[in-house]
């Protein structure tokens, strides 16, 4: 049996999941070439339901779902590397990303960003690029942040900062917990806090005001952390787009 689906039917599945199993073990080897709308016509569905499915296996969405299960439908006898499976998995979580971003969650955040009170972005190691990307454009938009990199500072910052503060943190390891003090004094304190993250299940949840999900994965190599946030350098380059649209419009 495919892994995919031995691992879906060890799980407690409700029984519209039990029918799309049964739909994708009897189709397996066309299911990689549907797109989400003809499937959910298929099987008079909601893409929201498939989704749902997907997510259950520990998959971003469909288009994750379609690249494993590609993957274990090929039939190799010594592991190797495809480059057109590694192109076909980044996009299918860019896709995935894209699909599940709220444009009005974003022009939120961007007004926000834009509303002249005192702003700090937060990032550390690999998640200080998009950070300092995005501060380093808001200000050349005459739209002043804060830059952090330094989680001590952070730690201290946030009781001294303005009561009408905007943080906005960025954080892809699995280590949000090292954040969690600061997040419940900001929430406290009633400061906006806004957490971009692919962390589903991230413990800062709760205690953001808006937080955005996206699919990147949290992958490391040799211990050292190679996630490629392509999920938030798009996020970003929205929330940019959206200023440089709103400063035109001045």
């Not at 808006?210 to 949290?218: F, G, K, L, Q």
Request: aromatic letters at 10%.
């Amino acid at each position: 049996m495919i892994p995919l689906f031995e691992k879906a039917r060890a799980l407690p599945l409700t029984e519209t999941e039990t029918a799309i199993l049964a739909y994708f073990e009897a189709n397996a080897s066309s299911i990689i070439h549907k797109n989400l709308q003809d499937l959910c016509a298929q099987l008079y569905t909601s893409n929201a339901t498939i989704v749902r499915f997907c997510q259950k296996l520990g998959l971003s969405g469909y288009n994750d779902f379609k690249y494993q299960l590609r993957r274990e439908l090929r039939q190799s006898a010594a592991p190797a590397f495809y480059s057109d499976e590694y192109i076909s998995r980044e996009m299918a979580r860019f896709k995935d990303t894209i699909a599940a971003l709220d444009i009005r969650q974003l022009e939120e955040i961007t007004e926000l960003l834009t509303s002249g009170r005192p702003l700090y972005i937060y990032g550390t190691n690999l998640s200080a690029l998009p950070a300092r990307y995005l501060q380093i454009v808001l200000n050349a938009l005459d739209y002043p942040s804060i830059l952090i990199e330094w989680k001590n500072l952070l730690n201290g910052l946030i009781h001294n900062m303005h009561d009408d503060a905007i943080l906005l943190l960025i954080s892809a390891k699995g280590q949000a917990g090292n954040y969690l003090l600061p997040f419940q004094t900001a929430r406290e304190r009633g400061l906006t806090t806004i957490l971009l993250t692919c962390e589903r299940t991230s413990p800062l949840i709760p205690y953001s005001t808006i937080t955005v999900c996206t699919n990147d994965a949290s992958e490391e190599f040799h211990h050292t952390d190679v996630n490629p946030r392509l999920g938030f350098f798009t996020v970003i380059q929205i929330i940019i787009e959206l200023t440089a649209r709103k400063k035109r419009d001045l």
